[in-house]
Nanobody
Framework: QVQLVESGGGLVETGGSLRLSCAAN????????IGWYRQAPGEQRALVAQ???????NYAESVKGRFTISRDNVNYTAYLQMNNLKPEDTAFYHC?????????WGQGTQVTVSS
C-alpha cells in the first residue's frame, strides 16, 4: 500500500508563492503518476498538475506558466511550486497518485490567496 503525506500550503497574498510537497510512503513501484488536484467551494475537484514516471507533465490551463511540478525519484516526493498566486487559486489541494490498483489520495491542504 501507498500513503501520501502532504506539507505546505497556507495563506499568501496575491502575487506570492507557495510550495506543496507530497511524499509517497510504501510500495511506490505501483505508482504511475503523481500530482495535485484542487477543489474550491461549490466546484468540482480538478487536476492542477501531474508528472508521470517518464517525466511527462500535464498542467491545467489556468496554472500554466505559474506552477511547476517536479519529482525527487530518490525520496519519491513530488513538489508543486506555485508562483504569482491569484485569489482564484484558493482551494483545497489534494495530492493524488495514479497506481496499478486505482487512485490514491493524500489528506489535502488548504491554499488561500488573499486579494
Amino acid at each position: 500500500q501507498v500513503q501520501l503525506v502532504e506539507s505546505g500550503g497556507g495563506l499568501v497574498e496575491t502575487g506570492g508563492s507557495l510550495r506543496l510537497s507530497c511524499a509517497a510512503n510504501g510500495d511506490t513501484r505501483i505508482i504511475n503518476a503523481i500530482g495535485w488536484y484542487r477543489q474550491a467551494p461549490g466546484e468540482q475537484r480538478a487536476l492542477v498538475a501531474q508528472v508521470t514516471n517518464f517525466g511527462s507533465t500535464n498542467y491545467a490551463e489556468s496554472v500554466k506558466g505559474r506552477f511547476t511540478i517536479s519529482r525527487d525519484n530518490v525520496n519519491y516526493t513530488a513538489y508543486l511550486q506555485m508562483n504569482n498566486l491569484k485569489p482564484e487559486d484558493t482551494a483545497f489541494y489534494h495530492c493524488h497518485a495514479a497506481g496499478w490498483y486505482g487512485d490514491i489520495w493524500g489528506q489535502g491542504t488548504q491554499v488561500t490567496v488573499s486579494s
